[in-house]
């Protein structure tokens, strides 16, 4: 008899279930990586009439991070909609779709948006996108869109071209300019008296960025290549609700600090970027109030006749 067992989280785990003669031998199953999310698909698309323009390799690529799972869902989704609009075949076009739904949300076309709205979102999306083509390191733009989906207004989407396993300083700070963007975008087009919460979700990723280049990989002089954890770990069955501060209090407000000059360094990058390339700004937001989804080939296009 061999008995199996698989969890998502063995760091809660009881060690006792762990000892020799126990659950001692783990396993570590990852999330497939370019070649294995090909070979996947080639298996999930066996029964499924595809187009001659879908390349499995180019879905794989544009899917990382995807389980098994989700690479079935996606097939599963493109195959719907591809009998939803009539076509004996799946195309390209469906996969695309279907990736947008899984990775961003549903598109919500019953919401009604006022044309306040409407500008205030294009300006926003605007303003991440040029940041992404303009930071030092970036992942290449996918999409950019106004129509909502999920819980967001509009949306920013960039794809890595292959699986990573590790992020530069480099990377990371261009991140976080690109998390600014958005908001320093609508404080340029509508004043600062008239920003919005429309940031509330990239202000919290980037200060969660920033506390982890700060606290967990070393990246403050001020602090030095030392691990501080993080004091408000999840509640998670054997953990306590409570946790006992690991830091004093010194130490804790030079890590708020050392996170605040992060964001107001990249919000400073924003600003400059978004002051060098008004025009090209400009025209994308207009572009997105016209077409509502632009992909990056043609936020590029739309761009370079504006230079």
């Given at each position: 008899i061999i008995l199996i067992a698989a969890t998502n989280r063995p760091d809660v785990l009881d060690p006792a279930l762990l000892?020799?003669?126990?659950?001692?031998?783990?396993?570590?199953?990852?999330?497939?990586?370019?070649?294995?999310?090909e070979k996947i698909l080639k298996v999930h698309v066996r029964n499924v009439p595809l187009a001659p323009n879908v390349d499995l390799?180019?879905?794989?690529?544009?899917?990382?991070?995807?389980?098994?799972?989700d690479l079935m869902n996606l097939v599963n989704e493109s195959a719907?909609?591809?009998?939803?609009?009539n076509k004996r075949l799946v195309t390209m076009a469906e996969f695309e779709d279907a990736k947008d739904k899984i990775m961003m949300g549903a598109e919500r076309r019953s919401s009604a948006m006022t044309q306040a709205e409407k500008e205030l979102t294009a300006y926003h999306e605007a303003g991440h996108a040029i940041l992404a083509l303009n930071v030092p390191t970036a992942d290449p733009l996918h999409k950019a869109t106004i129509i909502p989906r999920g819980r967001a207004l509009g949306m920013v989407m960039q794809l890595p071209e292959g699986d990573r396993y590790s992020m530069s300083y480099k990377y990371m700070i261009s991140r976080l300019a690109i998390m600014m963007g958005g908001r320093v975008a609508e404080e340029f087009k509508f004043g600062k008296e008239n920003i919005t919460s429309g940031a509330s979700s990239d202000i919290e990723q980037a200060t969660k960025l920033a506390r982890a280049m700060v606290t967990r990989w070393g990246f403050s002089d001020k602090l030095g290549h030392v691990a501080y954890g993080?004091?408000?770990?999840?509640?998670?069955?054997?953990?306590?609700?409570?946790r006992q501060q690991n830091i004093s209090e010194e130490t804790a407000q030079i890590?708020?600090?050392?996170?605040?000059?992060?964001?107001?360094?990249?919000?400073?990058?924003?600003?400059?970027?978004?002051?060098?390339?008004?025009?090209?700004?400009?025209?994308?937001?207009?572009?997105?109030?016209e077409y509502e989804t632009l992909s990056g080939e043609e936020i590029k296009q739309l761009i370079a006749g504006h230079k």
């Amino acid at each position: 008899i061999i008995l199996i067992a698989a969890t998502n989280r063995p760091d809660v785990l009881d060690p006792a279930l762990l000892r020799p003669g126990r659950f001692d031998r783990q396993v570590v199953v990852p999330n497939p990586d370019i070649v294995g999310r090909e070979k996947i698909l080639k298996v999930h698309v066996r029964n499924v009439p595809l187009a001659p323009n879908v390349d499995l390799k180019v879905i794989a690529r544009g899917t990382p991070g995807f389980s098994g799972a989700d690479l079935m869902n996606l097939v599963n989704e493109s195959a719907l909609m591809a009998a939803r609009r009539n076509k004996r075949l799946v195309t390209m076009a469906e996969f695309e779709d279907a990736k947008d739904k899984i990775m961003m949300g549903a598109e919500r076309r019953s919401s009604a948006m006022t044309q306040a709205e409407k500008e205030l979102t294009a300006y926003h999306e605007a303003g991440h996108a040029i940041l992404a083509l303009n930071v030092p390191t970036a992942d290449p733009l996918h999409k950019a869109t106004i129509i909502p989906r999920g819980r967001a207004l509009g949306m920013v989407m960039q794809l890595p071209e292959g699986d990573r396993y590790s992020m530069s300083y480099k990377y990371m700070i261009s991140r976080l300019a690109i998390m600014m963007g958005g908001r320093v975008a609508e404080e340029f087009k509508f004043g600062k008296e008239n920003i919005t919460s429309g940031a509330s979700s990239d202000i919290e990723q980037a200060t969660k960025l920033a506390r982890a280049m700060v606290t967990r990989w070393g990246f403050s002089d001020k602090l030095g290549h030392v691990a501080y954890g993080d004091n408000q770990e999840e509640v998670f069955l054997g953990h306590s609700v409570a946790r006992q501060q690991n830091i004093s209090e010194e130490t804790a407000q030079i890590i708020d600090a050392e996170v605040r000059r992060l964001i107001d360094d990249a919000y400073s990058t924003a600003k400059s970027v978004l002051t060098k390339k008004k025009k090209e700004w400009i025209a994308l937001a207009e572009g997105l109030l016209e077409y509502e989804t632009l992909s990056g080939e043609e936020i590029k296009q739309l761009i370079a006749g504006h230079k």
